[in-house]
Protein backbone atom coordinates (compact mmCIF):
# COMPACT_ATOMS: atom_id res chain seq x y z
CA UNK A 1 0.00 0.00 0.00
CA UNK A 2 2.37 2.85 1.29
CA UNK A 3 6.00 2.35 -0.06
CA UNK A 4 7.36 4.97 2.60
CA UNK A 5 5.67 3.56 5.39
CA UNK A 6 6.65 0.04 4.58
CA UNK A 7 10.51 0.89 4.00
CA UNK A 8 11.51 2.17 7.50
CA UNK A 9 9.47 -0.89 8.94
CA UNK A 10 11.52 -3.56 6.62
CA UNK A 11 14.50 -1.58 7.53
CA UNK A 12 14.52 -1.54 11.20
CA UNK A 13 13.32 -5.34 11.17
CA UNK A 14 16.71 -6.34 9.26
CA UNK A 15 18.71 -4.06 11.48
CA UNK A 16 17.20 -6.18 14.80
CA UNK A 17 18.05 -9.16 12.77
CA UNK A 18 22.16 -8.19 12.31
CA UNK A 19 21.78 -7.65 15.97
CA UNK A 20 20.94 -11.15 16.40
CA UNK A 21 23.55 -12.56 14.33
CA UNK A 22 26.18 -10.68 15.86
CA UNK A 23 25.13 -11.51 19.59
CA UNK A 24 25.14 -14.93 18.54
CA UNK A 25 29.26 -14.81 18.40
CA UNK A 26 29.13 -13.92 22.44
CA UNK A 27 26.22 -17.14 22.53
CA UNK A 28 28.97 -19.42 20.89
CA UNK A 29 31.69 -18.41 22.75
CA UNK A 30 30.76 -18.00 25.87
CA UNK A 31 31.92 -20.53 28.75
CA UNK A 32 28.98 -19.97 30.72
CA UNK A 33 26.19 -21.00 28.28
CA UNK A 34 23.11 -20.37 30.80
CA UNK A 35 24.56 -17.14 32.52
CA UNK A 36 24.86 -15.38 28.76
CA UNK A 37 22.12 -16.63 26.93
CA UNK A 38 19.09 -15.57 29.67
CA UNK A 39 21.31 -12.84 31.47
CA UNK A 40 23.68 -11.56 28.37
CA UNK A 41 26.88 -12.39 30.78
CA UNK A 42 25.63 -9.71 33.38
CA UNK A 43 27.24 -7.06 31.26
CA UNK A 44 24.75 -4.80 30.61
CA UNK A 45 25.45 -1.02 30.63
CA UNK A 46 23.83 2.39 31.91
CA UNK A 47 22.17 3.44 29.03
CA UNK A 48 21.05 -0.01 27.90
CA UNK A 49 19.52 -1.29 31.07
CA UNK A 50 18.00 1.83 30.97
CA UNK A 51 16.37 1.31 27.47
CA UNK A 52 16.28 -2.46 27.57
CA UNK A 53 13.94 -1.46 31.17
CA UNK A 54 11.56 0.78 29.06
CA UNK A 55 11.47 -1.40 25.86
CA UNK A 56 10.28 -4.32 27.87
CA UNK A 57 7.78 -2.34 30.18
CA UNK A 58 6.30 0.16 27.27
CA UNK A 59 4.10 -2.46 25.06
CA UNK A 60 1.36 -2.24 22.34
CA UNK A 61 -1.23 -0.16 25.19
CA UNK A 62 1.80 2.97 25.36
CA UNK A 63 1.81 3.49 21.93
CA UNK A 64 -1.80 2.24 20.32
CA UNK A 65 -4.01 1.40 23.41
CA UNK A 66 -3.15 3.91 25.76
CA UNK A 67 -3.52 7.22 23.46
CA UNK A 68 -6.67 5.68 21.86
CA UNK A 69 -8.37 5.73 25.62
CA UNK A 70 -6.62 9.49 26.04
CA UNK A 71 -8.40 10.39 22.57
CA UNK A 72 -11.49 9.65 24.15
CA UNK A 73 -11.17 10.41 27.55
CA UNK A 74 -8.82 13.62 27.60
CA UNK A 75 -6.17 15.03 29.89
CA UNK A 76 -7.47 12.56 32.81
CA UNK A 77 -5.82 9.95 31.24
CA UNK A 78 -2.54 11.37 30.49
CA UNK A 79 -2.54 12.19 34.54
CA UNK A 80 -3.53 8.41 34.76
CA UNK A 81 -0.67 7.58 32.99
CA UNK A 82 2.28 9.52 34.64
CA UNK A 83 1.49 6.97 37.23
CA UNK A 84 3.84 5.32 35.43
CA UNK A 85 6.74 7.47 36.07
CA UNK A 86 8.55 5.54 39.52
CA UNK A 87 9.18 2.57 36.81
CA UNK A 88 11.93 4.74 35.53
CA UNK A 89 13.76 4.73 38.98
CA UNK A 90 11.63 2.61 41.46
CA UNK A 91 12.29 -0.91 40.29
CA UNK A 92 16.02 0.01 40.42
CA UNK A 93 16.44 1.72 43.73
CA UNK A 94 14.66 -1.00 45.48
CA UNK A 95 15.40 -4.29 44.44
CA UNK A 96 19.04 -2.89 42.33
CA UNK A 97 21.80 -3.33 44.39
CA UNK A 98 21.07 -5.67 47.24
CA UNK A 99 19.59 -8.23 44.22
CA UNK A 100 22.68 -7.58 42.24
CA UNK A 101 24.93 -8.50 45.30
CA UNK A 102 23.32 -11.46 45.54
CA UNK A 103 22.40 -12.95 42.66
CA UNK A 104 26.34 -12.48 42.02
CA UNK A 105 27.10 -14.28 44.92
CA UNK A 106 24.68 -17.15 44.25
CA UNK A 107 25.10 -17.25 40.70
CA UNK A 108 21.17 -16.87 40.25
CA UNK A 109 20.14 -16.68 36.46
CA UNK A 110 16.18 -16.55 37.09
CA UNK A 111 13.94 -14.54 39.92
CA UNK A 112 13.33 -17.93 40.42
CA UNK A 113 16.65 -19.20 41.24
CA UNK A 114 16.36 -16.30 44.11
CA UNK A 115 13.26 -17.52 45.62
CA UNK A 116 14.12 -21.18 45.48
CA UNK A 117 17.23 -20.34 47.41
CA UNK A 118 15.66 -17.64 49.74
CA UNK A 119 12.77 -19.91 50.81
CA UNK A 120 13.79 -24.02 49.93
CA UNK A 121 10.91 -24.86 48.30
CA UNK A 122 10.21 -26.68 45.25
CA UNK A 123 6.58 -26.05 45.53
CA UNK A 124 7.34 -22.08 45.47
CA UNK A 125 9.23 -22.95 42.15
CA UNK A 126 6.53 -24.63 40.90
CA UNK A 127 3.74 -22.11 41.21
CA UNK A 128 6.18 -19.50 40.47
CA UNK A 129 7.28 -21.30 37.05
CA UNK A 130 3.54 -22.04 36.45
CA UNK A 131 2.27 -18.91 36.93
CA UNK A 132 5.29 -16.90 34.58
CA UNK A 133 4.65 -19.38 32.15
CA UNK A 134 0.65 -19.30 32.09
CA UNK A 135 0.26 -15.39 32.23
CA UNK A 136 3.61 -14.19 30.07
CA UNK A 137 2.44 -16.38 27.39
CA UNK A 138 -1.08 -14.81 27.29
CA UNK A 139 0.76 -11.99 27.41
CA UNK A 140 2.91 -12.28 24.25
CA UNK A 141 -0.05 -13.42 22.12
CA UNK A 142 -1.79 -10.07 23.23
CA UNK A 143 1.20 -8.36 22.02
CA UNK A 144 1.24 -9.89 18.71
CA UNK A 145 -2.52 -9.40 18.26
CA UNK A 146 -1.99 -5.88 18.38
CA UNK A 147 1.14 -6.03 16.69
CA UNK A 148 -0.66 -7.88 13.71
CA UNK A 149 -3.31 -5.91 13.52
CA UNK A 150 -1.32 -2.26 13.64
CA UNK A 151 0.72 -4.16 10.29
CA UNK A 152 -2.26 -5.56 8.88
CA UNK A 153 -4.09 -1.95 9.04
CA UNK A 154 -0.81 0.12 8.21
CA UNK A 155 0.20 -2.47 5.10
CA UNK A 156 -2.42 -3.42 3.34
CA UNK A 157 -1.37 -7.05 3.92
CA UNK A 158 -3.16 -9.61 5.21
CA UNK A 159 -3.42 -10.32 9.21
CA UNK A 160 -1.60 -13.85 8.96
CA UNK A 161 1.04 -12.33 6.87
CA UNK A 162 2.05 -8.85 8.88
CA UNK A 163 2.13 -11.66 11.91
CA UNK A 164 4.47 -14.33 10.85
CA UNK A 165 7.19 -11.41 8.92
CA UNK A 166 7.12 -9.64 12.31
CA UNK A 167 7.20 -12.91 14.66
CA UNK A 168 9.35 -14.63 12.76
CA UNK A 169 11.89 -12.10 13.06
CA UNK A 170 11.56 -11.51 16.44
CA UNK A 171 12.06 -15.60 16.94
CA UNK A 172 15.02 -16.10 15.09
CA UNK A 173 17.00 -12.89 16.90
CA UNK A 174 15.92 -13.70 20.16
CA UNK A 175 16.31 -17.71 19.32
CA UNK A 176 20.71 -17.30 18.13
CA UNK A 177 21.06 -13.91 20.15
CA UNK A 178 19.84 -15.13 23.63
CA UNK A 179 19.21 -12.06 26.25
CA UNK A 180 22.06 -10.11 24.52
CA UNK A 181 20.09 -9.69 21.49
CA UNK A 182 17.10 -9.10 23.37
CA UNK A 183 18.91 -6.09 25.42
CA UNK A 184 20.33 -4.95 22.76
CA UNK A 185 17.64 -4.44 20.07
CA UNK A 186 15.26 -3.45 23.05
CA UNK A 187 17.86 -0.40 23.28
CA UNK A 188 17.33 0.37 19.20
CA UNK A 189 13.54 -0.15 19.89
CA UNK A 190 13.43 2.46 22.71
CA UNK A 191 15.32 4.76 20.98
CA UNK A 192 13.07 4.83 17.82
CA UNK A 193 9.94 4.82 20.48
CA UNK A 194 11.54 7.83 22.27
CA UNK A 195 12.87 9.80 18.94
CA UNK A 196 9.26 8.52 17.69
CA UNK A 197 7.12 9.98 20.50
CA UNK A 198 9.19 13.58 20.37
CA UNK A 199 8.44 14.16 16.52
CA UNK A 200 5.14 13.14 16.99
CA UNK A 201 4.58 15.25 19.92
CA UNK A 202 6.18 18.02 18.15
CA UNK A 203 4.03 17.58 14.74
CA UNK A 204 0.78 17.27 16.31
CA UNK A 205 0.81 20.54 18.42
CA UNK A 206 2.24 21.93 15.17
CA UNK A 207 -0.61 20.66 13.15
CA UNK A 208 -3.07 21.57 15.45
CA UNK A 209 -2.10 25.65 15.60
CA UNK A 210 -0.65 25.06 19.17
CA UNK A 211 -2.00 24.06 22.91
CA UNK A 212 -4.37 26.50 23.45
CA UNK A 213 -5.70 26.53 20.32
CA UNK A 214 -6.37 22.73 20.62
CA UNK A 215 -7.71 23.16 24.52
CA UNK A 216 -9.91 25.50 23.46
CA UNK A 217 -11.40 23.28 20.54
CA UNK A 218 -11.82 20.75 23.27
CA UNK A 219 -13.45 22.47 26.18
CA UNK A 220 -16.18 23.49 23.75
CA UNK A 221 -16.76 20.09 22.61
CA UNK A 222 -16.70 19.18 26.45
CA UNK A 223 -14.94 21.12 29.20
CA UNK A 224 -14.45 17.40 31.07
CA UNK A 225 -11.70 16.61 28.39
CA UNK A 226 -9.25 19.15 30.10
CA UNK A 227 -10.32 18.01 33.58
CA UNK A 228 -8.31 14.93 35.40
CA UNK A 229 -12.20 13.20 35.60
CA UNK A 230 -12.34 12.49 32.20
CA UNK A 231 -14.90 13.35 29.65
CA UNK A 232 -18.09 11.24 31.49
CA UNK A 233 -16.29 12.17 34.97
CA UNK A 234 -15.92 8.14 35.34
CA UNK A 235 -12.37 8.78 36.72
CA UNK A 236 -12.18 9.41 40.35
CA UNK A 237 -9.19 10.08 42.34
CA UNK A 238 -9.07 7.16 44.26
CA UNK A 239 -9.75 5.05 41.15
CA UNK A 240 -6.85 6.85 39.18
CA UNK A 241 -4.55 7.18 42.33
CA UNK A 242 -4.28 3.43 42.61
CA UNK A 243 -3.06 2.97 39.37
CA UNK A 244 0.47 3.85 41.22
CA UNK A 245 0.14 0.65 42.79
CA UNK A 246 -1.02 -1.17 39.54
CA UNK A 247 1.24 0.76 36.93
CA UNK A 248 3.85 2.62 39.35
CA UNK A 249 5.47 0.59 42.27
CA UNK A 250 3.96 -3.01 41.19
CA UNK A 251 5.97 -3.04 38.63
CA UNK A 252 8.72 -4.09 40.91
CA UNK A 253 6.70 -7.61 41.09
CA UNK A 254 6.63 -8.52 37.45
CA UNK A 255 9.62 -11.04 37.04
CA UNK A 256 10.37 -9.65 32.99
CA UNK A 257 11.53 -6.39 35.11
CA UNK A 258 12.90 -7.40 38.19
CA UNK A 259 15.34 -10.32 36.19
CA UNK A 260 16.70 -7.00 34.60
CA UNK A 261 18.47 -5.70 38.48
CA UNK A 262 20.67 -8.55 38.47
CA UNK A 263 21.76 -8.09 34.77
CA UNK A 264 23.87 -5.28 35.10
CA UNK A 265 27.66 -4.74 34.84
CA UNK A 266 28.37 -2.35 38.17
CA UNK A 267 26.81 0.04 40.14
CA UNK A 268 27.60 2.67 37.72
CA UNK A 269 25.43 1.31 35.60
CA UNK A 270 22.50 1.21 37.57
CA UNK A 271 23.04 4.95 38.92
CA UNK A 272 23.11 6.37 35.49
CA UNK A 273 20.10 4.02 34.16
CA UNK A 274 18.12 5.04 37.08
CA UNK A 275 18.36 8.58 35.69
CA UNK A 276 18.55 8.23 32.06
CA UNK A 277 15.18 5.47 33.12
CA UNK A 278 13.48 8.07 34.69
CA UNK A 279 13.62 10.98 31.85
CA UNK A 280 12.79 8.26 28.79
CA UNK A 281 9.92 6.97 30.39
CA UNK A 282 8.66 10.57 31.51
CA UNK A 283 8.95 11.82 28.02
CA UNK A 284 7.39 8.81 26.17
CA UNK A 285 4.79 7.97 28.55
CA UNK A 286 3.81 12.09 29.12
CA UNK A 287 4.16 12.45 25.29
CA UNK A 288 2.27 9.37 23.66
CA UNK A 289 -0.85 10.00 26.28
CA UNK A 290 -1.15 13.86 25.46
CA UNK A 291 -0.54 12.85 21.71
CA UNK A 292 -4.05 10.76 21.96
CA UNK A 293 -5.58 13.82 23.79
CA UNK A 294 -4.68 16.20 21.13
CA UNK A 295 -5.69 13.93 18.23
CA UNK A 296 -9.02 15.08 19.32
CA UNK A 297 -8.39 18.24 18.34
CA UNK A 298 -6.52 17.67 14.46
CA UNK A 299 -9.04 14.69 14.03
CA UNK A 300 -12.21 14.44 15.50
CA UNK A 301 -14.37 11.73 15.42
CA UNK A 302 -12.34 8.56 15.04
CA UNK A 303 -14.57 5.62 16.23
CA UNK A 304 -12.22 3.04 17.23
CA UNK A 305 -9.34 4.20 19.84
CA UNK A 306 -6.48 1.37 18.17
CA UNK A 307 -6.58 3.97 14.86
CA UNK A 308 -6.64 7.12 16.15
CA UNK A 309 -2.12 6.69 16.20
CA UNK A 310 -1.86 5.29 13.25
CA UNK A 311 -4.26 7.73 11.57
CA UNK A 312 -3.06 10.75 13.90
CA UNK A 313 0.57 10.01 12.55
CA UNK A 314 -0.56 9.47 8.94
CA UNK A 315 -1.97 13.11 9.06
CA UNK A 316 0.32 15.11 10.46
CA UNK A 317 3.94 13.89 9.35
CA UNK A 318 5.31 13.15 5.77
CA UNK A 319 5.27 9.75 4.62
CA UNK A 320 9.20 9.13 5.21
CA UNK A 321 8.62 10.54 9.12
CA UNK A 322 5.38 8.83 9.49
CA UNK A 323 7.22 5.34 8.59
CA UNK A 324 9.87 6.22 10.94
CA UNK A 325 7.15 6.92 13.94
CA UNK A 326 4.67 3.86 12.96
CA UNK A 327 8.14 1.61 13.57
CA UNK A 328 7.97 3.00 17.35
CA UNK A 329 4.35 0.63 18.69
CA UNK A 330 5.77 -1.76 16.44
CA UNK A 331 9.17 -1.27 18.31
CA UNK A 332 7.61 -1.03 21.55
CA UNK A 333 5.68 -4.52 20.95
CA UNK A 334 8.67 -6.41 19.10
CA UNK A 335 10.43 -5.73 22.40
CA UNK A 336 7.94 -6.57 24.84
CA UNK A 337 7.22 -9.87 23.21
CA UNK A 338 11.53 -10.67 22.65
CA UNK A 339 11.94 -9.93 26.56
CA UNK A 340 8.72 -12.28 27.48
CA UNK A 341 10.04 -14.88 25.47
CA UNK A 342 13.71 -15.12 26.44
CA UNK A 343 12.23 -14.98 30.49
CA UNK A 344 9.49 -17.85 29.90
CA UNK A 345 12.11 -20.12 27.99
CA UNK A 346 14.53 -19.24 30.85
CA UNK A 347 11.83 -20.86 33.18
CA UNK A 348 11.27 -23.72 31.44
CA UNK A 349 14.83 -24.45 30.85
CA UNK A 350 16.72 -23.30 34.40
CA UNK A 351 13.75 -23.68 36.63
CA UNK A 352 11.36 -26.62 35.21
CA UNK A 353 14.20 -28.63 33.36
CA UNK A 354 16.88 -28.70 35.05
CA UNK A 355 15.30 -28.20 38.68
CA UNK A 356 13.33 -31.62 37.98
CA UNK A 357 13.54 -33.05 34.73
CA UNK A 358 17.55 -33.43 34.36
CA UNK A 359 19.55 -31.70 37.09
CA UNK A 360 22.59 -33.31 35.77
CA UNK A 361 22.73 -32.10 31.94
CA UNK A 362 25.90 -31.42 30.44
CA UNK A 363 26.61 -28.25 28.86
CA UNK A 364 25.76 -29.21 25.18
CA UNK A 365 22.11 -31.03 26.50
CA UNK A 366 21.45 -27.61 28.00
CA UNK A 367 21.89 -25.47 24.99
CA UNK A 368 20.09 -27.85 22.76
CA UNK A 369 17.16 -28.00 25.04
CA UNK A 370 17.23 -23.89 25.58
CA UNK A 371 16.86 -23.75 21.59
CA UNK A 372 14.00 -25.87 21.01
CA UNK A 373 12.20 -24.75 24.30
CA UNK A 374 12.92 -21.52 23.07
CA UNK A 375 11.57 -22.05 19.69
CA UNK A 376 8.83 -24.10 20.82
CA UNK A 377 7.34 -21.36 22.34
CA UNK A 378 7.60 -18.80 20.07
CA UNK A 379 5.85 -21.09 16.93
CA UNK A 380 3.07 -22.14 19.67
CA UNK A 381 3.00 -17.78 20.62
CA UNK A 382 2.35 -17.45 17.06
CA UNK A 383 0.03 -20.10 16.21
CA UNK A 384 -2.40 -18.85 18.94
CA UNK A 385 -2.03 -15.59 17.87
CA UNK A 386 -3.22 -16.29 14.09
CA UNK A 387 -6.37 -17.17 15.70
CA UNK A 388 -6.64 -14.01 18.13
CA UNK A 389 -8.66 -13.69 21.46
CA UNK A 390 -10.08 -10.19 21.52
CA UNK A 391 -9.35 -7.28 24.24
CA UNK A 392 -6.14 -5.40 23.94
CA UNK A 393 -5.51 -3.36 26.39
CA UNK A 394 -7.29 -4.82 29.48
CA UNK A 395 -6.11 -8.68 28.40
CA UNK A 396 -2.71 -7.18 28.99
CA UNK A 397 -3.35 -5.70 31.78
CA UNK A 398 -4.78 -8.52 33.79
CA UNK A 399 -1.10 -10.83 32.98
CA UNK A 400 0.25 -7.67 34.59
CA UNK A 401 -1.88 -7.55 37.88
CA UNK A 402 -2.21 -10.93 38.09
CA UNK A 403 1.77 -11.81 38.51
CA UNK A 404 2.13 -8.78 40.36
CA UNK A 405 0.02 -10.23 42.96
CA UNK A 406 1.81 -13.02 43.38
CA UNK A 407 5.59 -11.75 42.99
CA UNK A 408 5.66 -8.34 44.66
CA UNK A 409 6.04 -9.89 47.79
CA UNK A 410 7.63 -13.04 48.07
CA UNK A 411 10.15 -10.69 45.83
CA UNK A 412 10.36 -7.39 48.10
CA UNK A 413 10.19 -9.22 51.87
CA UNK A 414 12.70 -12.38 50.61
CA UNK A 415 14.78 -9.66 50.05
CA UNK A 416 14.17 -7.32 52.91
CA UNK A 417 12.52 -9.25 55.56
CA UNK A 418 14.67 -11.72 57.43
CA UNK A 419 11.14 -13.18 59.22
CA UNK A 420 9.49 -13.91 56.05
CA UNK A 421 9.46 -18.25 55.23
CA UNK A 422 8.08 -20.53 52.81
CA UNK A 423 4.80 -20.88 54.26
CA UNK A 424 4.03 -17.19 54.19
CA UNK A 425 5.68 -17.08 50.30
CA UNK A 426 3.55 -20.18 49.10
CA UNK A 427 0.28 -18.61 50.94
CA UNK A 428 0.56 -15.09 50.04
CA UNK A 429 1.41 -16.46 46.16
CA UNK A 430 -1.55 -18.25 46.06
CA UNK A 431 -3.84 -15.65 47.84
CA UNK A 432 -2.44 -13.16 45.32
CA UNK A 433 -3.23 -15.37 42.57
CA UNK A 434 -6.70 -16.67 43.23
CA UNK A 435 -8.11 -13.30 44.52
CA UNK A 436 -6.77 -11.53 41.57
CA UNK A 437 -8.84 -13.88 39.04
CA UNK A 438 -12.09 -14.04 41.81
CA UNK A 439 -12.12 -10.02 42.05
CA UNK A 440 -11.31 -9.74 38.16
CA UNK A 441 -14.21 -12.10 37.11
CA UNK A 442 -16.55 -11.10 40.00
CA UNK A 443 -15.99 -8.11 41.48
CA UNK A 444 -14.22 -5.83 39.12
CA UNK A 445 -12.76 -2.58 40.61
CA UNK A 446 -13.72 -3.36 43.64
CA UNK A 447 -14.80 0.00 45.96
CA UNK A 448 -13.99 1.93 43.43
CA UNK A 449 -10.35 1.20 43.48
CA UNK A 450 -8.46 -0.54 40.65
CA UNK A 451 -8.64 -4.52 40.49
CA UNK A 452 -4.97 -5.18 41.58
CA UNK A 453 -5.42 -3.29 44.69
CA UNK A 454 -6.87 -5.92 47.14
CA UNK A 455 -5.33 -9.02 45.88
CA UNK A 456 -1.77 -7.17 46.42
CA UNK A 457 -2.95 -6.26 50.22
CA UNK A 458 -4.06 -9.33 50.72
CA UNK A 459 -1.41 -11.75 49.65
CA UNK A 460 0.95 -9.29 51.76
CA UNK A 461 -1.59 -9.82 55.02
CA UNK A 462 -1.08 -13.08 54.65
CA UNK A 463 2.55 -13.24 53.81
CA UNK A 464 3.05 -11.83 57.60
CA UNK A 465 0.54 -13.33 59.44
CA UNK A 466 1.70 -17.03 57.88
CA UNK A 467 5.27 -16.46 58.35
CA UNK A 468 4.53 -15.21 61.87
CA UNK A 469 2.49 -18.26 62.89
CA UNK A 470 4.78 -20.74 61.44
CA UNK A 471 7.96 -22.52 62.31
CA UNK A 472 10.99 -21.11 61.08
CA UNK A 473 11.88 -22.99 58.51
CA UNK A 474 13.61 -21.43 55.35
CA UNK A 475 14.49 -18.50 57.45
CA UNK A 476 18.04 -17.23 56.16
CA UNK A 477 20.13 -13.85 57.21
CA UNK A 478 19.89 -12.03 53.81
CA UNK A 479 18.49 -9.18 55.27
CA UNK A 480 21.05 -7.32 57.48
CA UNK B 1 16.85 -11.16 63.93
CA UNK B 2 18.99 -9.50 61.62
CA UNK B 3 21.89 -10.39 60.53
CA UNK B 4 24.73 -8.15 59.47
CA UNK B 5 27.06 -10.07 57.28
CA UNK B 6 27.86 -7.39 54.28
CA UNK B 7 28.82 -3.86 54.54
CA UNK B 8 27.06 -3.26 51.49
CA UNK B 9 23.62 -4.67 52.39
CA UNK B 10 23.27 -1.09 54.73
CA UNK B 11 24.02 1.13 51.23
CA UNK B 12 21.45 -0.99 49.66
CA UNK B 13 18.58 -0.61 52.58
CA UNK B 14 19.20 2.65 52.87
CA UNK B 15 19.00 3.14 48.46
CA UNK B 16 15.69 1.18 48.61
CA UNK B 17 14.63 3.40 51.34
CA UNK B 18 14.97 6.87 49.45
CA UNK B 19 12.99 4.88 46.51
CA UNK B 20 10.02 4.66 48.47
CA UNK B 21 10.49 8.21 49.73
CA UNK B 22 10.87 9.34 46.48
CA UNK B 23 7.52 7.85 44.85
CA UNK B 24 5.91 9.38 47.59
CA UNK B 25 6.73 12.56 46.76
CA UNK B 26 6.23 12.18 43.45
CA UNK B 27 2.64 10.93 44.04
CA UNK B 28 1.96 13.86 46.62
CA UNK B 29 3.13 16.31 44.09
CA UNK B 30 1.17 14.58 41.48
CA UNK B 31 -1.96 13.86 43.45
CA UNK B 32 -2.17 17.77 45.15
CA UNK B 33 -1.54 19.79 41.46
CA UNK B 34 -4.31 17.72 39.65
CA UNK B 35 -7.06 17.82 42.27
CA UNK B 36 -5.89 20.57 44.52
CA UNK B 37 -6.31 22.51 41.20
CA UNK B 38 -8.62 20.65 38.59
CA UNK B 39 -11.48 20.01 40.55
CA UNK B 40 -13.09 23.54 39.91
CA UNK B 41 -15.42 23.86 37.09
CA UNK B 42 -13.25 23.19 33.77
CA UNK B 43 -14.65 26.01 32.18
CA UNK B 44 -12.39 28.69 34.59
CA UNK B 45 -9.02 26.83 34.87
CA UNK B 46 -5.92 29.05 34.09
CA UNK B 47 -3.85 27.92 32.01
CA UNK B 48 0.42 28.06 30.89
CA UNK B 49 1.33 27.61 28.39
CA UNK B 50 -1.85 26.78 26.54
CA UNK B 51 -1.98 24.02 29.45
CA UNK B 52 -4.58 24.16 32.06
CA UNK B 53 -2.72 24.90 35.49
CA UNK B 54 -3.08 21.47 36.99
CA UNK B 55 -1.81 19.60 34.38
CA UNK B 56 1.12 21.86 33.83
CA UNK B 57 2.05 21.51 37.50
CA UNK B 58 1.08 18.57 38.13
CA UNK B 59 2.08 16.02 34.62
CA UNK B 60 4.98 18.59 33.25
CA UNK B 61 7.00 20.47 36.10
CA UNK B 62 6.22 17.44 38.65
CA UNK B 63 7.86 15.35 36.16
CA UNK B 64 11.16 17.79 35.86
CA UNK B 65 11.03 18.07 39.45
CA UNK B 66 11.20 14.25 40.12
CA UNK B 67 13.92 13.66 37.36
CA UNK B 68 16.00 16.34 39.49
CA UNK B 69 15.46 14.87 42.63
CA UNK B 70 16.45 11.39 40.92
CA UNK B 71 19.08 12.81 39.29
CA UNK B 72 20.22 14.82 43.40
CA UNK B 73 19.81 11.64 44.98
CA UNK B 74 21.88 9.69 42.86
CA UNK B 75 24.64 12.36 42.72
CA UNK B 76 24.80 13.00 46.07
CA UNK B 77 23.26 10.35 48.53
CA UNK B 78 23.94 6.67 46.35
CA UNK B 79 27.66 4.93 46.73
CA UNK B 80 28.93 2.79 44.30
CA UNK B 81 29.35 -0.94 45.89
CA UNK B 82 32.08 -3.43 43.68
CA UNK B 83 29.45 -6.48 42.74
CA UNK B 84 32.36 -8.59 42.86
CA UNK B 85 33.12 -11.57 45.35
CA UNK B 86 36.56 -10.65 47.00
CA UNK B 87 35.76 -7.26 48.65
CA UNK B 88 33.05 -6.22 51.32
CA UNK B 89 32.39 -10.17 51.80
CA UNK B 90 33.15 -10.57 55.16
CA UNK B 91 31.02 -13.76 56.61
Known sequence: MNMAVIVPLLLFLILYFLIGVWANRYVKTSNNFLQEYFLGGRELGGFVLAMTLIATYGS?????????????????????????????????????KKFAIIARKNNYITIIDFLKDRYKSNIIVLISALSIIIFLFSSMIAQWVGGGRLIESLTGLSYQTSLLIFAVTVLVYVLIGGFRAVVLTDTAQGMVMLVGTIVLLIATIMAGGGLQSIMSKLTAENPNFVSPYGA???????????????????????????????????????????????????????????????????????????????????????????????????????????????????????????????????????????????????????????????????????????????????????????????????????????????????????????????????????????????????RRGTAG | MVILKDKRYAIAHKEAIIGVLLVIVNFLWWYGFAYGLGSGDPRKYQYILGLPAWFFYSCVVGTIIMTILVYLCITFIFKEVSFEEEEGNRK
Open chain 1, 232 to 474: DRQLTSLYVSTFWILVGVGVIGLPQMAVRAMSYKDSKSMHRAIIIGTVVIGTIMFGMHLIGVLARGILPGIEIGDKVMPMLTLEVLSPVLAGFVLSAPMAAIMSTISSLLILVSSTVVKDIYLNFIKPNANEKQIKQTSFWVTMLIGAAVILFALNPPELLVWLNLFSFGGLESVFIWPIVLGLYWGKGNKYGAISSMIIGMSSYILFDRLYPNALGMHTVVLPILFSLITFILVSLASPSVG
Open chain 1, 60 to 96: ASSFIGGPGVAYTTGLGWVLLSMAQLPTGYFVLMVLG
